[in-house]
């Protein structure tokens, strides 16, 4: 199983950026699929979560600026509005299927950059 983002870029404070990623290959149907994301020097941190049939989140610090969606149950978008500064980071695509001993998949990493 292959994960597959696109749509990083560079954009300035205030815009938008749509990413998306596809799983390539069989996957468990019953799965959540996230996004995570880590800036220069700090920890990868998880940014939103869609489970199939399940409510998608997204964590405070993009609370009403981000939002996750499931066009199905091999892809996954993310709408990022009012960028700034601070959400420069590479962010990664993670499957994680929901059955016992479930593997977990990640994807390579788009870099989001926005200018101030």
């Known amino acids: 199983v292959q994960l597959a983002e696109s749509g990083g870029g560079l954009v300035q404070a205030g815009g938008a950026l749509n990413l998306s990623c596809v799983a390539f290959?069989?996957?468990?149907?019953?799965?959540?699929m996230a996004w995570y994301r880590q800036a220069p020097g700090k920890q990868r941190e998880v940014v939103a979560v869609?489970?199939?049939?399940?409510?998608p989140r997204v964590v405070d610090a993009v609370q009403g600026r981000f939002i996750i969606s499931r066009d199905n149950a091999k892809k996954t978008t993310l709408q990022m509005h009012s960028l700034n500064p601070e959400d420069t980071a590479v962010y990664y695509c993670?499957?994680?299927?929901?059955?016992?001993?479930?593997?977990?998949?990640w994807g390579q990493g788009t870099q989001v950059t926005v200018s101030s």
């Open positions: 993670n499957l994680r299927e929901l059955r016992s001993g479930g593997p977990t998949y």
């Open positions: 290959g069989s996957i468990f149907s019953a799965n959540a």
């Open positions: 869609s489970v199939t049939g399940g409510t």
